[in-house]
């Protein structure tokens, strides 16, 4: 719509990633001056964009399965330690981040 100067939208909701500085030739800067701040979470509102959606990755496991107790994201992704099928959420770049934590 942009490119094409035919915007039609005032706000749109768009995945996690866009609305960062790399996207910002297709967006205008928030007004803050009629956008109210205060029911927002600290550090979700930036230039051009208010972070609306929050998600989080746990590690579970089933304690019949095997001993020990995985602690880590380490942990699931050390199979001779911790044998057995793993399961993630078909959506990469929600899940395998955690692949990217460093030990503890």
């Known amino acids: 719509m942009v490119e094409n100067n035919k915007v039609v939208w005032d706000v749109v909701n768009v995945s996690n990633d866009f609305g960062l500085q ?3 030739d297709l967006l205008e800067p928030l007004d803050y001056s009629v ?3 205060e029911p927002i979470l600290e550090g979700y ?3 051009y964009r208010v972070a609306c959606m929050l998600y989080a990755n746990t590690l579970a496991y089933n304690t019949e399965q095997f001993d020990g107790t995985p602690s880590t ?3 699931l992704f050390d199979p001779q330690k911790f044998p057995g099928q793993r ?3 078909k959506s990469p770049s929600e899940t395998l981040e955690v692949a990217l934590f ?3």
Do not use: E
């Open 22 to 24: 790399s996207t910002a």
């Open 35 to 37: 956008i109210n701040k």
């Open 87 to 89: 399961g993630l959420r």
């Open 102 to 104: 460093p030990p503890s």
């Open 45 to 47: 509102a930036s230039k």
């Open 73 to 75: 994201w380490a942990d």
